[in-house]
């Protein structure tokens, strides 16, 4: 089973602030690395598949990063509306989700 | 679009069976896999397992032979039956479509809370 940690647990940022979550992987998953926004009392949307690829919609301050065990998202301008937890998964063998990342207001 | 939609009893006794069916709309069940996804009160996302639509399943091996994922492709629909439950299960269950590329998780239902009470 391929474990995901994923960091920091939490964080307090400003508006317009610069986020990194970093996501580390028990073994190498090629390029089968998600990043997903969850919103209290909401089911999860994904933000950005296959590392670094933005789903349709998205705002273009997302962005990933990374390879093999070692990613990062990155939120270039933090916004209201990004107050959120954000979970990593990998989706090379089953499925396997970081702890989650919440990001509260400063 | 595609729609998903959780059913089933909301509560469920210790020791019980949970069941749960998921009834997908907007797009064929025959094609991708389909998952449950659970998350406790205040935790984080935890893979239950999936299905594809000639039956094949995959489940989380922490879940120890206690998960059955079944589909039923002419009513659009699969399942979830998780046995010999605790409090440890209550939680908020989803189910949800691998279809993105990599398996990206790209269709969630809306989640149903389900909690393990006497």
């Known amino acids: 089973e391929i474990q995901m940690t994923q960091s920091p647990f939490s964080l307090s940022a400003s508006i317009g602030d610069r986020v990194t979550i970093t996501c580390r992987a028990s073994?190498?998953?090629?390029?089968?690395l998600n990043w997903y926004q969850q919103k209290p009392g909401k089911a999860p949307k994904v933000l950005i598949y296959?590392?670094?690829r933005l789903q349709s919609g998205v705002p273009s301050r997302f962005s990933g990063s990374g390879s093999g065990t070692d990613f990062t998202l990155t939120i270039s301008g933090l916004q209201p509306e990004d107050f959120a937890t954000y979970y990593c998964q990998q989706s090379y063998n089953t499925i396997t989700f970081g702890g989650g990342t919440k990001v509260e207001i400063k | 679009q595609v729609q998903l939609q959780e059913s089933g009893p909301g509560l469920v006794k210790p020791s019980g069976t949970l069941t749960l069916t998921c009834s997908v709309s907007?797009?064929?069940?025959?094609?991708?896999?389909w998952s449950w996804i659970r998350q406790p009160p205040g935790k984080g996302l935890e893979w239950i397992g999936y299905i594809y639509y000639t039956g094949t399943t995959k489940y989380n091996p922490s879940l120890k032979g206690r998960v059955t994922i079944s589909v039923d492709t002419s009513k659009n629909q699969f399942s979830l039956k998780l046995s010999s439950v605790t409090a440890a299960d209550t939680a908020v269950y989803f189910c949800?479509?691998?279809?993105?590329?990599?398996?990206?998780?790209?269709?969630w239902g809306q989640g149903t809370q389900v909690a393990v009470s006497s």
């Open positions: 073994q190498s998953i090629s390029n089968y």
């Open positions: 949800a479509r691998e279809g993105g590329p990599v398996g990206s998780t790209d269709y």
């Open positions: 907007g797009g064929s069940i025959s094609t991708y896999y």
């Open positions: 296959a590392v670094s």
